[in-house]
Antibody
Framework: QLQLQESGPGLVRPSETLSLTCSVSGDSVSSTGYFWGWIRQPPGKGLEWIGSISYSGSTYYTPSLKTRVSISVDTSKNQFSLRLTSVTAADTAVYYC?????????????WGQGTLVTVSS | QSALTQPASVSGSPGQSITISCTGTSSDVGGYNYVSWYQQYPGKAPKLMISDVSNRPSGVSNRFSGSKSGNTASLTISGLQAEDEADYYCSSYRSDSTVVFGGGTKLTVL
């Protein structure tokens, strides 16, 4: 059974870089045909898709974050990661990792439990 | 990137049916049969309830169903139960190879 678990700092200073890792168990991040993704949810607000990465390394990002975000895969650790640069208070959110599926890898199942990242000095 | 439009809240009594709408454009909801629905309890991760407009994953109650007409998709919950009280989000594939979510709908079971 595929399981995902986010990890990383819970507090990030403004203007610094947010870095999170998603550990995958029950399957391999390098399996052909698999994508991996990140979604976030500011406190009390809705979900926002951040981006996804394919098994071959192709990346897709939401336009509003495209200049600040990068997603990568570490096959040796069976993990994938999120980096978001130049963070502000608006980046405070619960960050979820998930596996995209479907023809365009457009729906997400399963999800990690989520990790709260607060941007504050 | 504009979110899909959902009503902020809906409510219904146990046993009744409710429908949550999700309105987009011809570039997302109207252009593809790739609308999904998620259920989220407070403090928990979202759970996939419907994929590709109307497909129910294994283990999801058949009281949940999805449909689409034009640029609007809908989630219907029949035989409403207290455990259905949660937030519901729609999402869609968009023509620029991105995914967009709705703003979410809070379902209250009266």
């Amino acid at each position: 059974q595929l399981q995902l678990q986010e990890s990383g700092p819970g507090l990030v200073r403004p203007s610094e870089t947010l870095s999170l890792t998603c550990s995958v168990s029950g399957d391999s991040v390098s399996s052909t045909g698999y994508f991996w993704g990140w979604i976030r949810q500011p406190p009390g607000k809705g979900l926002e898709w951040i981006g996804s990465i394919s098994y071959s390394g192709s990346t897709y990002y939401t336009p509003s974050l495209k200049t600040r975000v990068s997603i990568s895969v570490d096959t040796s650790k069976n993990q994938f990661s999120l980096r978001l640069t130049s963070v502000t208070a608006a980046d405070t959110a619960v960050y979820y990792c998930a596996r995209p599926s479907g023809y365009f890898y457009h729906y997400f199942d399963p999800w990690g439990q989520g990790t709260l990242v607060t941007v504050s000095s | 990137q504009s979110a899909l439009t959902q009503p902020a809240s809906v409510s219904g009594s146990p046993g009744q049916s409710i429908t949550i709408s999700c309105t987009g454009t011809s570039s997302d909801v109207g252009g593809y049969n790739y609308v999904s629905w998620y259920q989220q309890y407070p403090g928990k991760a979202p759970k996939l309830m419907i994929s590709d407009v109307s497909n129910r994953p294994s283990g999801v109650s058949n009281r949940f169903s999805g449909s689409k007409s034009g640029n609007t998709a809908s989630l219907t919950i029949s035989g409403l139960q207290a455990e259905d009280e949660a937030d519901y989000y729609c999402s869609s594939y968009r023509s620029d190879s991105t995914v967009v979510f709705g703003g979410g709908t809070k379902l209250t079971v009266l």
